[in-house]
């Protein structure tokens, strides 16, 4: 078991979410930065979506009460273990009794504490993912309780695993056409990919709003699908990017969509951070 002394700004146990069920209102969730649970997950051995704590800004404070093997991956959080550094993107051994915090955020926004064998959490509609009204509670809470298994294998604990650090670094997102793309004039379209873009202070796991604007001379759609990453272009001008708990349908229109990698990449960016557009071919 693990225990939470600390749960942080805003900390959840995520997979890969819940796709296949938006016919029934259900968004897709799972964890924001796909890429970095995969990498902590393989280092352990664990199967690629095995459900992680995800920590945003701010990590967690935890106590271990059975033995285990962990893996830190994503933002730099200055994670210690008894008080002493632990490196990230490795595999660490963790003892009965065991404390283990973070403390500066240095690089990126989200980090993921990988566990041998996965947090053995309650599943529903085959995944693991916090999210309100689906499950008990849609993030951590002080004294919670979180199950975990023995390891049942030897891990190597000097196994690394050497990171893209364009992941964080890069403001370049790679994006296809939306649906209404084609609907845009030229100069809106030279506009939007040559523009800089800021994230506003109205972010988090729904979605990412823009702070520069684009003159939209389009009309509202009919409510249509829309997935994660899936960029809106609002009445206002403004530009709205749906992630991981997007709702499932939308009237905007839907002028860009995301390649799976950049929804990675997007979700280690915060306020203040600024991105460009560039289109990819299909």
């Known amino acids: 078991m693990i225990k ?106 989200r980090c993921y504490l990988a566990v041998n064998n996965g947090i053995s959490s309650e599943k529903v509609l085959n995944s693991r993912s916090l999210y309100k009204g689906i499950t008990k509670s849609h993030k951590l809470k002080k004294g919670d309780l979180l199950s975990i298994s023995e390891p049942l294998k030897i891990i190597k604990k000097n196994a690394g695993i050497k990171i893209n650090e364009a992941h964080f670094s890069s403001d370049t997102i790679d994006v296809f056409k939306g649906p209404e793309f ?56 403004k530009l709205i990017i749906l992630m991981r708990d997007c709702q499932t349908t939308g009237g905007y229109p839907r002028v860009l969509q995301l390649k799976e990698s950049s929804i990675n990449v997007l979700a280690q960016k915060y306020t203040g951070k600024s991105i460009t557009f560039k289109l990819i071919d299909e």
């Open 4 to 109: 939470v002394l600390n749960p942080g700004f805003y900390s959840t146990i995520q997979d890969f979410g819940r796709p296949g069920y938006q016919h029934l209102v259900v968004p897709c969730s799972g964890a924001m930065d796909k890429d970095s649970i995969v990498f902590a997950n393989r280092l352990l051995g664990n199967n690629d979506d095995a459900a992680v704590i995800e920590m945003t800004m701010t990590g967690t404070s935890l106590e271990f009460n059975s033995n285990t093997h962990i893996c830190i991956s994503g933002a730099e959080m200055s994670p210690k273990l008894n008080d002493f550094d632990i490196l990230q993107n490795k595999c660490v051994s963790v003892k009965k009794g065991d404390l283990l915090t973070f403390g500066i955020l240095k690089n990126g926004f």
């Open 182 to 237: 084609d609907k845009l004039t030229n100069l809106q379209v030279i506009t939007i990919l040559s523009k800089l873009f800021t994230i506003s202070k109205n972010n988090n796991r729904m979605g990412y709003q823009l702070e520069e604007t684009l003159e939209n001379t389009l009309s509202p759609i009919i409510t249509s699908p829309v997935l994660p990453g899936t960029i809106q272009l609002t009445p206002s001008g």
